[in-house]
């Protein structure tokens, strides 16, 4: 059962969640089968999130050959880059390395 508050109206939901496992009954207790539903979540959470809204994997165009996976790639190094560099927030460090156009290349040391 989640039960989760909404902070805007203050409402409770409560969902009754089922889990598909390859595990026979009795092999793993309910906080062990939670905390691998929270590693999902936390996995799905750091990563494809970030992929699908900041990086808008899903509209993507690309669909051909081997090239969703490159690009797939390329976006999760960039994550990961920005992840090192301490950043928290993958859409915030876009928007601070990204091109300004208005400064001049000769600032960074580039003609």
């Given at each position: 059962?989640?039960?989760?508050?909404?902070l805007?109206?203050?409402?409770v939901?409560i969902?009754?969640?089922y889990?598909?496992?390859s595990?026979?009954p009795?092999?793993?207790?309910g906080?062990?089968l939670?905390a691998?539903?929270?590693?999902?979540?936390?996995?799905e959470?750091?990563?494809?999130h970030v992929?699908?809204?900041?990086?808008?994997?899903?509209?993507?165009?690309?669909r051909?050959?081997?090239?969703?996976r490159?690009?797939a790639?390329?976006?999760?190094?960039a994550?990961?880059?920005?992840?090192?560099?301490?950043?928290?927030?993958?859409?915030?460090?876009?928007?601070?390395?990204?091109r300004?156009?208005?400064?001049?290349l000769?600032?960074?040391?580039?003609?």
């Amino acid at each position: 059962m989640r039960w989760r508050r909404d902070l805007g109206n203050g409402k409770v939901t409560i969902e009754r969640v089922y889990l598909v496992t390859s595990l026979p009954p009795g092999a793993a207790t309910g906080s062990e089968l939670a905390a691998w539903i929270r590693g999902h979540w936390h996995i799905e959470n750091q990563l494809h999130h970030v992929r699908d809204c900041t990086f808008r994997e899903d509209a993507s165009r690309i669909r051909t050959r081997h090239l969703p996976r490159v690009m797939a790639g390329l976006r999760n190094l960039a994550i990961g880059v920005h992840r090192q560099d301490g950043h928290t927030t993958i859409a915030a460090a876009l928007r601070h390395t990204g091109r300004d156009r208005l400064r001049p290349l000769t600032t960074l040391g580039l003609t």
